[in-house]
Every structure is written in C-alpha cells, then in structure tokens.
C-alpha cells in the first residue's frame, strides 16, 4: 500500500496550520496577495477583516496554494 502525492502534499501543507508570520502586505478576504512565508510563496487571504501590512497573523487553513489567516487575537 502506497501514499499517493496528494497525502503527501496535504501533510506538507497542514505544517503550516497554527503557525504565525508578519504580513508584508494588506491582507482582505476578497484578494489574496503573495507573500514569501517560511521559506515559500504563498498566496495569503484574510479569513474576516482586512489586515495591515506588519500585522502578526496565524494560520487557520491552507486551501490549495492559498493560506487562509487570521490575526494572531482573532
């Protein structure tokens, strides 16, 4: 029996879930923007506020290629 990829890729990416950075750019819920998080981009999207730049944001969920992310008091 064998993983595919897609575990693979699911488990790499659920890493990120719980884990905080400071956003380099305004962050909404209706646009993501790329950002260079932990050592890859990432498209980053806000879950229910638009954030400013230099904000301290957690991670809630990661949907594809796409980081969905709350600041860090919720």
Same mark, same amino acid.
């Given at each position: 029996?064998?993983? @595919?990829?897609?575990?693979?890729?699911?488990?790499?990416?659920?890493? +990120? !879930?719980? &884990?905080?950075?400071?956003?380099?750019e305004?962050?909404? &819920? +209706?646009?993501?923007?790329?950002?260079?998080? +932990? @050592?890859?981009?990432?498209?980053?999207?806000?879950?229910?506020?638009? !954030?400013?730049?230099?904000?301290?944001?957690?991670? !809630?969920?990661?949907?594809?290629?796409?980081?969905?992310?709350?600041?860090?008091? @919720?």
């Amino acid at each position: 029996w064998s993983r @595919g990829l897609g575990d693979v890729y699911k488990r790499q990416a659920n890493k +990120y !879930i719980g &884990m905080t950075f400071v956003t380099t750019e305004e962050l909404d &819920m +209706y646009e993501s923007t790329l950002q260079h998080v +932990y @050592g890859d981009d990432w498209q980053v999207v806000s879950l229910d506020k638009r !954030i400013p730049a230099g904000s301290e944001v957690k991670v !809630i969920s990661v949907n594809g290629t796409k980081l969905e992310v709350q600041t860090k008091e @919720g």
